[in-house]
């Protein structure tokens, strides 16, 4: 197993377009979550899957950002309508059932609106 | 409103000698804590982590210490090391919230050669 992988590294977007982002947990992880990472802050939490269930989005998290993980694997967050204040770093982590807070990381997906 | 502060953005230290890096943090609800490191163009990587029923744990060279009535916990790496450079988050969670971590803003260390 290679890690949690996402996809693409970078993004240039355009104000107004829609981007979305691939995640590939760990295999046998069955808690995968995504936090934004802007600069000079720590990362903040979006959105925490167990499995297929979508169960915690935080208030960060605007009706502009979807996240879902078909089948309690790969995970994908969408981002409608780009704004410049979405430029940041979009992380994924994955952890397996009762891993408390040691988490996975990827190496995040740079999301730059212009 | 910051629940979990890390007040040096940055700090150097001589090879071989001891870096602390300390954090703070004002939930009560907080019963476990981490270090994630985290080097340029990479995702944190999970150092250490401590339970709020101890108050040190130990991890070859990384010891992590937390002192829950002062709600304060610092990284302890000795002997430092110039490949520790990076920086360091300390973050903090709750069993009861699905493990969703709340992290500080990051402490740059820089160990000199």
């Known amino acids: 197993d290679t890690g949690v992988s996402q996809d693409p590294r970078h993004k240039i977007t355009k104000r107004g377009q829609n981007v979305t982002f691939r995640c590939d947990p760990i295999?046998?992880?069955?808690?995968l979550y995504w936090y934004r990472q802007t600069l000079g802050q720590g990362p903040e939490f979006l959105t925490y899957f167990q499995n297929e269930a979508q169960l915690e989005k935080s208030r960060l998290l605007s009706d502009r950002f979807s996240a879902e993980r078909p089948k309690g694997s790969f995970s994908t967050l969408e981002i409608q309508r780009t704004e410049q204040g979405d430029s940041a770093m979009y992380l994924c982590?994955?952890?397996?059932?009762?891993?408390?807070?040691?988490?996975?990381f990827g190496s995040g997906t740079r999301l730059t609106v212009v | 409103d910051q629940q979990v502060k890390q007040n040096s953005p940055s700090l150097s230290v001589q090879e071989g000698r001891i870096s602390i890096l300390n954090c703070d943090y004002t939930?009560?609800?907080?019963?476990?804590f981490l270090w994630y490191k985290k080097y340029p163009a990479e995702g944190p990587t999970f150092l250490i982590s401590i339970s709020s029923i101890k108050d040190k744990n130990e991890d070859g060279r990384f010891t992590v210490f937390l002192n829950k009535s002062a709600k304060h916990l610092s990284l302890h790496i000795v002997p430092s090391q110039p490949g520790d450079s990076a920086v360091y988050f300390c973050a903090a969670g709750s069993g009861g919230s699905n493990y969703k971590l709340t992290f500080g803003k990051g402490t740059l260390l820089t160990v000199n050669p």
């Open positions: 295999s046998e992880h069955n808690r």
């Open positions: 982590a994955s952890s397996p059932m009762g891993g408390g807070g040691s988490y996975t």
């Open positions: 939930n009560s609800m907080f019963d476990y």
